[in-house]
């Protein structure tokens, strides 16, 4: 990721949040401000038969809320920083954490931050590909949403190498799922003027990417705009921690059966093995989940419902032996799928004959028609 950034023009979005989303975060900010302020004040004040909400009680001494509030702004950066670190979706979590506890090199430091959101973009639009493989869509047909513009899907689409398509496709397919009335667990995890805020930060990474190389001084001034734009929609979508990404190990037969693997949460690249329950319906897909040349599939559960990520995310042994590596779909051209492995800039290919049944069966369910390999 690291070294080829994604193909994508440079284009001017708005230079301030939706205004759906500015209200949602003022309404869980508040939330979030009392729930801290019942952790701090040991729950609610109590005078006689009546109990007073803490914040109540704060705002009748004039400035004392105002500094309440910046300690709690303070505490909950702190904390949902290490939620993002520690819980997200590894392709999300590995270059954050490299981004904020790695190298103090401004150039390093703003390459692992494009990474983290090219990585966030890519990690949201495969859900919403891989549930809608699954599920279907709604009852009109997905569009993509792109610069003010609304067009059919195409089976290329969901092989671009431009993140905006990625933007443009997981808009138009949670904007299907909601006029339709489907229930999708990845729409559920988007709150409204998200995806036009992907836009935007989008719009920034453009920018600096377009710009060649930066000295010391224009990297850390991007840094300081950026950070911010990433670090709130990061807690956008605190949801993520709660999607788990794994690498199937071995599938136990039982009643329940079970599936035994690794997660492939967090930024750390210690192997973690845990038993996952399956139902019916999670353990055939585990069943057909069997390797795709040398590459393990990874699987992602997101509220009950279990997803196969293929082709756009793969796990496998790294050199040693000891670590597993994740490897991310970039683009196919020239007959070959063309991969970069999560938290460096490593690039491998593979045939694109290897996995052209796992991009059939997106495209089909989705667009109605498989590209084929000469519609690259």
């Given at each position: 990721m690291s070294n080829s950034p994604f193909r994508d023009q440079a284009v001017t979005e708005p230079?301030?949040?939706?205004?759906?989303?500015?209200?949602?975060?003022?309404?869980?900010d508040a939330d979030r401000f009392k729930e801290w302020c019942l952790e701090q004040f040991g729950g609610y004040v109590v005078l006689g038969h009546h109990h007073f909400h803490p914040e109540q009680v704060l705002r009748l001494k004039e400035g004392v809320i105002e500094n309440l509030l910046h300690e709690?702004?303070?505490?909950?950066?702190?904390?949902?920083?290490?939620?993002?670190?520690?819980?997200?979706?590894?392709?999300?979590?590995?270059?954050?954490?490299q981004f904020l506890h790695g190298t103090r090199d401004p150039m390093r430091r703003l390459t692992?931050?494009?990474?983290?959101w090219e990585g966030l973009i890519c990690v949201l639009s495969t859900l919403a590909i891989s549930e809608a493989s699954q599920i279907g869509v709604g009852t009109t047909p997905v569009h993509i949403i792109e610069r003010g513009a609304t067009v059919p899907a195409k089976a290329k689409d969901l092989r671009?190498?431009?993140?905006?398509?990625?933007?443009?496709?997981?808009?138009?397919?949670?904007?299907?799922?909601?006029?339709?009335?489907?229930?999708?667990?990845?729409?559920?995890?988007?709150?409204?003027?998200?995806t036009e805020e992907l836009r935007r930060l989008n719009s920034v990474r453009n920018g600096f990417s377009h710009l060649g190389t930066l000295s010391d001084v224009q990297a850390r001034q991007w840094i300081l705009e950026a950070a911010p734009l990433v670090h709130g929609i990061l807690t956008d979508l605190l949801d993520l921690s709660g999607v788990q990404l794994f690498?199937?190990?071995?599938?136990?037969?039982?009643?329940?059966?079970?599936?035994?693997?690794?997660?492939?949460?967090?930024?750390?690249s210690s192997r973690?093995?845990?038993?996952?329950?399956?139902?019916?319906?999670?353990?055939?897909?585990?069943?057909?989940?069997?390797?795709?040349?040398?590459?393990?599939?990874?699987?992602?559960?997101?509220?009950?419902r279990l997803l196969d990520l293929s082709p756009y995310y793969y796990a496998f042994d790294d050199a040693s032996g000891h670590h597993t590596s994740i490897a991310y779909f970039k683009k196919?051209?020239?007959?070959?799928?063309?991969?970069?492995?999560?938290?460096?800039?490593?690039?491998?290919?593979s045939d694109q004959s290897l996995h052209a049944a796992e991009f059939d069966r997106c495209e089909r369910n989705i667009v109605g028609q498989a590209g084929g390999a000469s519609n690259a």
């Open positions: 230079l301030s949040p939706a205004q759906s989303l500015l209200n949602w975060r003022e309404t869980r709690c702004r303070a505490h909950l950066q702190q904390q949902d920083e290490e939620t993002i670190c520690e819980q997200y979706p590894a392709p999300v979590a590995v270059p954050y954490h692992r931050l494009r990474d983290t671009s190498d431009r993140l905006s398509a990625r933007i443009g496709l997981l808009d138009g397919l949670i904007e299907s799922w909601r006029a339709g009335g489907k229930q999708a667990a990845v729409a559920e995890l988007v709150p409204t003027g998200v690498r199937l190990s071995q599938f136990v037969p039982g009643s329940p059966p079970i599936a035994e693997v690794e997660s492939l949460n967090g930024h750390t973690r093995i845990t038993d996952l329950p399956l139902d019916v319906e999670s353990a055939g897909l585990v069943l057909r989940a069997g390797k795709i040349g040398t590459y393990d599939r990874v699987l992602a559960k997101v509220g009950t196919r051209s020239d007959d070959q799928c063309h991969l970069e492995i999560v938290g460096d800039s490593t690039a491998i290919s």
